[in-house]
């Protein structure tokens, strides 16, 4: 990469970053992976965050008023499961899912998980995700962020909007993407590869 190469880079770095629309997905420790589907989970695609893949699993989300099927499974393997939906599936299910960072389960209501080889009651895990950007430290000091910050996202969509509270998450692990959920997705009009912008304040 030539020198005006790297500053174009930095500069867009700078101006816009990539808004990825995450769909209602289950993290599942391997002891609950075995149970619903007699083995481990299946690497089928990688997503953007480093070292995280779409399974070949699928499984059912069962909740007092109804239910979802063929629900994605992400790896690898956690430590504790995690049932990550939007509002209106959680209207769907008739759980009341309560806005959450990834890893936050504490005080989130349960679920029930249905594989093809059995199934698994979880007494908490359900959460709404909150809007949020997962960023390297690099790109973080370019934006003059910091892990834990909040920020404002302009995303230039088809129906642009301005989200608030969104919380910006900085680890070497990570690339630089802003993740929001299909009813926030849907609401303005995002399309694959759609950019957003950082607004401070």
């Known amino acids: 990469m030539n020198l005006v190469e790297r500053v174009t880079d930095e500069v867009c770095r700078r101006l ?3 808004v990825e629309a995450s769909g209602r997905h289950v993290h599942l420790t391997d002891d609950q992976a075995q149970t619903l589907f007699g083995h481990g989970l299946t690497n089928v695609r990688p997503l953007s965050q480093p070292g995280q893949y779409v399974c070949a699993e699928r499984v059912t989300l069962v909740g007092p008023k109804g239910k ?3 629900v994605a499974v992400l790896g690898p393997a956690r430590k504790e ?5 939007s509002r209106t599936d959680a ?3 008739g ?7 990834s890893g936050h389960v504490e005080g989130t209501p349960g679920i029930t998980l249905v594989g093809d080889h059995g199934q698994v009651q979880l007494n908490q895990g359900v959460m709404v995700a909150q809007r949020h950007i997962h960023m390297t430290p690099e790109d973080a ?3 003059g962020l910091k892990n834990g910050d909040t ?7 088809s129906r642009p909007v301005i989200l608030q509270g969104v919380s910006v998450r900085v680890s070497p692990q990570f690339a630089t993407f802003a993740h929001i959920d299909l009813d926030e997705a849907n609401g303005c009009g995002h ?6 912008m950082i607004v401070h304040g």
């Open 16 to 18: 816009f970053l990539e």
């Open 81 to 85: 499961a995690q049932v990550e939906i």
């Open 91 to 93: 209207y769907t299910l």
């Open 95 to 101: 759980i009341d899912a309560p806005v959450r960072l």
């Open 68 to 70: 979802l099927e063929r």
């Open 141 to 143: 000091a370019l934006h």
């Open 191 to 196: 399309k694959k590869g759609d950019l957003g």
């Open 151 to 157: 920020v404002s996202l302009r995303c230039l969509s």
